[in-house]
């Protein structure tokens, strides 16, 4: 028997949030402005109409200050099926039901991330439970989640 109280599995990186919105804030001042989440939106290829980007504003700035802090960021996060999708969807750039490491770089590229393909391979095995190579909605919702409650 033994006495090693690890979980069987891994959990995902619990800094996961905290990255998202670091890539969001590109000048690195600890929040995040109607311009920086414009720029975002666009590079994930979603046109969001300057109202569209001031509702969502409005939505997530819970301490009206005009900017968006870490912790209203992580309170806003995915947690409903249809917003997982969403987000999900984002990276599905083919819409087969998967992410792939390619379509992983292709996002994180836009965003300004500087990472390889080969890198990307490398976050997709950390989350890819069924060992197929892809992430499937399944598996980003159980990261997602688990990122959400650290």
């Given at each position: 028997m033994s006495t090693n109280n690890q979980p069987p599995n891994p959990k995902p990186d619990t800094n996961h949030i905290g990255k998202v919105f670091a890539r969001f804030d590109s000048n690195s001042d600890g929040k995040?402005?109607?311009?920086?989440?414009?720029?975002?939106?666009?590079?994930?290829?979603?046109?969001?109409?300057?109202?569209?980007?001031?509702?969502?504003?409005?939505?997530?700035?819970?301490?009206?200050?005009?900017?968006?802090?870490?912790?209203?960021?992580?309170?806003?996060?995915?947690?409903?099926?249809?917003?997982?999708?969403?987000?999900?969807?984002?990276?599905?750039?083919?819409?087969?039901?998967?992410?792939?490491?390619?379509?992983?770089?292709?996002?994180?590229?836009?965003l300004g991330e500087r990472c390889s393909e080969l890198d990307c391979a490398g976050m997709i095995k950390s989350v890819d439970s069924d060992g197929d190579g892809f992430v499937n909605f399944d598996e980003f919702r159980k990261m997602m989640t688990a990122a959400k409650s650290n």
């Open positions: 995040i402005s109607a311009a920086e989440l414009s720029g975002v939106l666009e590079a994930l290829g979603s046109a969001a109409s300057p109202d569209e980007v001031d509702r969502m504003m409005q939505e997530i700035d819970t301490d009206r200050d005009g900017h968006i802090s870490l912790d209203e960021f992580a309170a806003f996060f995915p947690s409903n099926k249809s917003e997982l999708m969403e987000a999900f969807n984002l990276y599905d750039q083919d819409h087969d039901g998967k992410i792939s490491a390619t379509e992983l770089h292709q996002i994180l590229s836009r």
